[in-house]
Nanobody, 128 residues
Framework: QVQLVESGGGLVQAGGSLRLSCVVSGGTFSTYATGWFRQAPGKEREFVATISRSGTRTYYADSVKGRFTISRDNAKTTVSLQMNSLKPEDTAVYYC?????????????????????WGQGTQVTVSS
């Protein structure tokens, strides 16, 4: 049974940085693509970033491109999201997710439905 546990959220001022981590247990981590999504109050869950099972392919939402970096360590079964130059509109609950589709196009890997296992979420609040 695959489980994901996020950490690293918190309160930060605009322009600041946070690093989210997600530890994945169960299954074979190196076969999963992993992604980060976020959901703000009253809004649908939206794609943030994803990384292929090999770590060689990454995709980002336009809203975070150039500010956020996703990475993974297959030996430690961990996926991270480094968030720099944070803006108030980045405020949301951030979710880590695992997809049994190991890699694919941006169109495929940015879709919520491709991810079958989700973490409990971690709150990120950016004050202005």
């Amino acid at each position: 049974q695959v489980q994901l546990v996020e950490s690293g959220g918190g309160l930060v001022q605009a322009g600041g940085s946070l690093r989210l981590s997600c530890v994945v247990s169960g299954g074979t981590f190196s076969t999963y693509a992993t992604g980060w999504f976020r959901q703000a109050p009253g809004k649908e869950r939206e794609f943030v970033a994803t990384i292929s099972r090999s770590g060689t392919r990454t995709y980002y939402a336009d809203s975070v491109k150039g500010r956020f970096t996703i990475s993974r360590d297959n030996a430690k079964t961990t996926v991270s999201l480094q968030m720099n130059s944070l803006k108030p509109e980045d405020t949301a609950v951030y979710y880590c997710a695992a997809s049994f589709v190991g890699e694919g196009t941006m169109e495929v890997m940015s879709a919520v439905k491709v991810y079958r296992v989700w973490g409990q979420g971690t709150q990120v609040t950016v004050s202005s």
